[in-house]
């Protein structure tokens, strides 16, 4: 459940205009924060992790909607504005990578399932938790930082998804490849040159054309610096400014968060 928030801070909300994660702004009077690159994106996606909301605004704003931090799942009502200017309704869903919390599924097991297509009780809470929250037919975006990105894909092409909802875009940030063929619409995944998860799934074997061809690289000049390429890169500007909100190198794509609709939603390893 959503914390209320006070009237005063969310005119405080509002007089504000810029921060760090994107334009905060005024849309048929409801609060909302545009996400116009693919860094506004990432940062928006890293505030799933523990302890890890961005510190401007929408830091404060995420951790007055947040029960407790054990939420790594997140869904929000947005509006998708594509290349050509034109806007739809959808649903943004974001999930947090790996992440040793006890009984929460974002550890290794979960990681080894992922990474193997195989079934997981991340996979199963994404699952649950869109269809108990997402009106049937909705437009669908998914978006994930690492494992999270891995269990977007999963998502994209789990069955009951594809029937009941309209899966337009995946985005992940230093993703391995999965579930190639059977996902629905369309796979944006963006890998710096020093980040090696990107390439740790199955999918590197039995896929590895695609595993290796369909992932969009840049250098963040981290070298040998493996973690601080998967954790750092895709929130600088001056790497991956050029990424619009899907994903696209040289897009105009963006996308716009009405704040006050944000859920999280706990991912218990224990069903």
């Known amino acids: ?129 869109i269809k108990n929250t997402v009106p049937k037919g909705s437009n669908v975006v998914l978006t994930g930082h690492s494992l999270g990105g891995m269990i977007a894909q999963q998502v994209a092409a789990d069955s009951s998804i594809k029937s009941d909802y309209n899966v337009l875009n995946t985005i992940t940030f230093g993703s391995p490849l999965l579930a190639a063929g059977s996902r629905e619409g369309t796979t944006k995944r963006l890998g710096d040159t020093s980040d090696i998860v990107p390439y740790l799934s199955g999918s590197l074997f039995n896929n590895t054309i695609w595993a290796i061809m369909g992932l969009n690289r840049e250098n963040g000049g981290y070298g040998l610096d493996f973690l601080s390429a998967h954790n750092k890169s895709y929130e600088r500007d001056n790497v991956w400014g050029k990424y619009d909100a899907l994903g696209y190198k040289k897009g105009k794509a963006s996308i716009t968060v009405y704040l006050d609709s944000i859920q999280y939603f706990e991912n218990p390893f224990f069903l």
């Not at 994660?21 to 994106?41: A, E, H, I, K």
């Not at 996606?45 to 799942?73: C, F, K, S």
Request: glycine share 8%; charged share 20%; hydrophobic share 40%.
């Open 1 to 129: 459940m959503l914390k209320k928030i006070s009237y005063g801070l969310l005119i405080a909300v509002l007089a504000l205009a810029l921060f760090s994660c994107g334009d905060v702004r005024n849309l048929n009077s409801r609060s909302t924060v545009s996400f116009r690159t693919s860094p506004d994106l990432f940062k928006y996606v890293m505030a799933n992790y523990n302890g890890n909301a961005d510190d401007g605004l929408l830091g404060t704003w995420i951790a007055l909607q947040r029960t407790d931090e054990d939420q790594p799942i997140s869904i929000a009502e947005a509006i998708l504005k594509d290349e050509n200017g034109k806007k739809k309704p959808v649903y943004l869903v974001a999930l947090s990578g790996t992440e040793l919390v006890y009984g929460q599924s974002t550890g290794v097991i979960t990681d080894l399932l992922s990474g193997f297509c195989l079934n997981s009780p991340y996979l199963r809470n994404v699952v649950n938790a």
